[in-house]
Nanobody, 118 residues
């Protein structure tokens, strides 16, 4: 059974950094593309970063408003996908979700809260 579990959220001041991690079980994560989404209160869920499949990390893509601040990466030895978030802003406050389409099923993690104080 495939599971995605996020960790690393928390409270940080504006300008600070956090690193989120998404650990996959029940599958070899490097075989599949993965994405980080976020959802702020009262707003729609939006994609912030994506990484393609591939043993060497794959290609990446970012939402315009996080480019240059967020970095998505893989650690294939740990079967994880991470999101390094730097220069955080109050508007980055949201629940962050890991997502991957694996074996015909769209999997989501439970989410991790990121709160950026001004």
């Amino acid at each position: 059974q495939v599971q995605l579990v996020e960790s690393g959220g928390g409270l940080v001041q504006a300008g600070g950094s956090l690193r989120l991690s998404c650990a996959a079980s029940g599958t070899i994560f490097s075989r599949y593309a993965a994405r980080w989404y976020r959802q702020a209160p009262g707003k729609q869920r939006e994609m912030v970063a994506g990484i393609s499949s591939g043993g060497s990390g794959g290609s990446t893509s970012y939402a315009e408003h996080v480019k240059g601040r967020f970095t998505i990466s893989r650690d294939n030895a740990k079967n994880t996908v991470s999101l390094q978030m730097n220069s955080l802003k109050p508007e980055d406050t949201a629940v962050y979700y890991c997502n991957s389409f694996i074996g015909g099923t769209d999997y989501w993690g439970q989410g991790t809260q990121v709160t950026v104080s001004s």
